[in-house]
Every structure is written in structure tokens, then in C-alpha cells.
């Protein structure tokens, strides 16, 4: 009898769980309508937010759900980026679905690389670690000038239709539904793996890893295959963003990416996929207002947004909406 309770409990919060998942995608979706319809002229920056919300869920992967402070998360996504934008220019491979696999395969390899060192500190050094990083690649970009075209960007990056019919056009109809789709096939898969076996493994080691060690499990082995399926997804924004604005600068790889995408995600709420994505909106769509408005001291609306959200959301802008929803229902029944 307890044994049917148990499946029955579990076949129930397993359908809840799938009832987030159409409603997050369904969120996604929806949001991608009414943007497309009411700002047709400024496609461009939303895809260029779809590209971030990318970093930002690679971000979430090792930050919200690992614990792994870094501030150079920016490497991921613009080895990514350089990595697309290469193959199109010097080898000639210009299908938007191959550049999207190379730039997959750059983040996964900047993920390892970035892992590997990270993962040998801990708190603080480890912060100091990942800002050291994100500088190298960026100096190394830069002076790789015959490849990457140092400060002047890698330009000439000109896509194939995708699949053989959707031109790239001025208007970025074409590279915003790509976009979508592509932000919409991730998050499903990072749904997957932060349910699985494998991301309740590295939450136990964000929570105690001495725990989980003794238990028989490897910890920087887990993490460092995290921070790679983490830098799969920032090379996939990587190359989403090289493929809709065919040029690649050396602000992809810069600190400031790196320490606006944490702010993101701290606006929205850590090991959260949906804050990551709430965050991403929130701010961009702010940032944007804003600066438009003021473009002399738009950055203090941002600081001063900030500050409130930490001292009265300190779970983000997601975090604090979902715990106020769930004591809601609690006090109903």
C-alpha cells in the first residue's frame, strides 16, 4: 500500500513538473508573439536577448545550481561566438546550423578549459580565478588579430539561408524565430537536466560537498561536466548572436558581458531557469527604456533598480514572486 502511495506521489509530481515545463515554454513562446508584434522594427534586440538569456541560463547552470562564483562567464559565450564567425570567414562554413555546432563545440572547450581552472580554488580566488580569464581570452582574441580581427571585429560573416529557404534579411525576421526556437529546445533540455539524477548531484554539492564526497561521488568531475553543457549553451548564444549580427567584436569576450549577465541573474533569482530568463527581460528591456530616456545618467536608474531588488527581493524579481504565490496557496487551504 505504501509502496502505490509512493508511485502515485511521485506520477503526481512528476505531472506538476511537466505542467511547468508547457507553461514555461508556453511563457516563452507567447512572449516571442507579442514582442514580434508590437516591436516588428527592433527585432534586432531581441534577438540579440535571446542570445544573452543563453548566458544567463549557462550562467544559472554553474552559479544557481553549483555554487561556482565566477565572473568571466563572458569566455564561454564569445569562444562561441568566435568560434562561428571563424568557420563562416577562413573555412568557408557558412550553414547557420553548422555554425551553431561550432560554436557549441568552442563553448564546450572554453567550458572544460574554464572548469578545470576555476574548480582548483574556492571562494574568493575562485572570483579572481574567472576575472583572470575572461582577460586572457579577451588579450588573446585581441592579438590573434589575423584570425579574429582584434579590434576591429571579425566581419564578414554572411550566413546561408536557413535551411536552404529563410534568408537572413535586414529585418532579422529570419534570425529572431531562429533564436526562439533555439532558446525554446534549450531550456527544455536544461529543465531535463536539472531534474535529473545528475543536477540533483551537483545541487547536493553546492549544499555539502563533503557529503557528497564521502558518499563515493567525485564533485569537480560533476562540476566540470556542468560548466561544459554550461558553455555548450553560452556557445550556442555565442553563435546566435554572430549568425544575426554577421560580425563578432571583442566585447563578447569583455568583463562588463560577464558581470552584467550575474546581475541578470541575480535581478531574476539563482538556480532558477525561469528567474534567469526574468531577469534577462527585465533588465535589458530597462536598460533600453532608460538609456533612451536619459543617456547621460541612465545608469544610475539601473543601480538604484538594483539596489531595491536586493534589499526587497533579495531571492529576485522570480524568486520572491514564486515564494509569495506558493504562501498564498498555503494560506487557501
Not at 531557469?273 to 526574468?278: D, I, R, V, Y
Amino acid at each position: 500500500m505504501a509502496t502505490m502511495n509512493e508511485a502515485l506521489a511521485r506520477a503526481h509530481g512528476n505531472r506538476r513538473k511537466f505542467g511547468r515545463d508547457l507553461v514555461g515554454l508556453s511563457v516563452i513562446l507567447g512572449l516571442a508573439v507579442v514582442g514580434y508584434l508590437l516591436f516588428p522594427n527592433n527585432l534586432a534586440l531581441l534577438t540579440r536577448m535571446t542570445a544573452i538569456a543563453l548566458l544567463v541560463l549557462s550562467l544559472d547552470l554553474v552559479t544557481g545550481y553549483c555554487g561556482v562564483a565566477t565572473l568571466g562567464h563572458a569566455a564561454l559565450f564569445g569562444t562561441g561566438a568566435y568560434a562561428a564567425g571563424i568557420a563562416a570567414v577562413h573555412f568557408g562554413i557558412t550553414d547557420p546550423l553548422l555554425m551553431l555546432a561550432c560554436g557549441i563545440f568552442g563553448g564546450i572547450v572554453a567550458g572544460l578549459l574554464c572548469g578545470v581552472v576555476i574548480l582548483r580554488a574556492h571562494g574568493l580566488p575562485q572570483l579572481v580565478l574567472s576575472i583572470a580569464l575572461i582577460h586572457l581570452f579577451h588579450e588573446f582574441a585581441n592579438k590573434a588579430s589575423s584570425w579574429t580581427g582584434g579590434s576591429d571585429g571579425l566581419a564578414g560573416i554572411a550566413p546561408d539561408p536557413l535551411l536552404g529557404l529563410f534568408a537572413f534579411d535586414l529585418w532579422g525576421r529570419t534570425a529572431y524565430v531562429f533564436g526562439i526556437v533555439l532558446l525554446a529546445v534549450a531550456f527544455t533540455l536544461l529543465r531535463l537536466i536539472v531534474r535529473s539524477p545528475f543536477g540533483m548531484l551537483c545541487r547536493g554539492i553546492k549544499e555539502d560537498p563533503i557529503r557528497i564526497r564521502a558518499m563515493g561521488a567525485a564533485p569537480k568531475v560533476t562540476l566540470v561536466k556542468m560548466y561544459m553543457i554550461s558553455g555548450a549553451v553560452a556557445g550556442a548564444g555565442g553563435a546566435l548572436n554572430a549568425i544575426s549580427t554577421q560580425v563578432v567584436g571583442l566585447d563578447s569576450l569583455s568583463f562588463t558581458l560577464s558581470a552584467e549577465s550575474l546581475v541578470m541573474l541575480v535581478l531574476g533569482g539563482t538556480g532558477s531557469l525561469f528567474g534567469a530568463l526574468t531577469g534577462t527581460i527585465v533588465f535589458m528591456f530597462f536598460e533600453d527604456i532608460v538609456s533612451a530616456a536619459n543617456p547621460f545618467h541612465w545608469l544610475t536608474m539601473v543601480g538604484a533598480l538594483l539596489i531595491a531588488v536586493v534589499l526587497f527581493a533579495p531571492k529576485g524579481l522570480y524568486g520572491t514572486s514564486a515564494g509569495a504565490v506558493t504562501r498564498w496557496r498555503e494560506t487557501r487551504r
